[in-house]
């Protein structure tokens, strides 16, 4: 769609629909460590470094409710979260 690539997640919420879409539109996005940090479900944060990510903050539990969470920065210096049940 005119220069726009999107991803769409796999997931279905309880209508059936996507829960999560990607978008890259070239020039018109930058990246950001400063701006929003998105999380993401996960189960494991090992395959960070190996892609070309750093770790700023390595995976700590939130609550015994709530799981755990990591963030890190992807090559691209955007900054993400992880978050896990386990």
């Not at 939130?62 to 755990?68: F, T």
């Amino acid at each position: 769609m005119d220069g726009i690539e999107m991803g769409w997640f796999p997931n279905k919420n309880e209508q059936g629909t996507a829960t999560g879409t990607l978008i890259y539109a070239g020039e018109n996005y930058g990246s950001s460590k400063d701006g929003v940090l998105i999380y993401f479900s996960c189960d494991e944060i090992s395959r960070v470094e190996d892609a070309g990510g750093k770790i700023v903050s390595a995976k700590k539990q939130i609550s015994e409710n709530h799981g755990y969470m990591a963030h890190f920065m992807d090559s691209e210096v955007n900054r993400i979260a992880l978050h896990s049940l386990k």
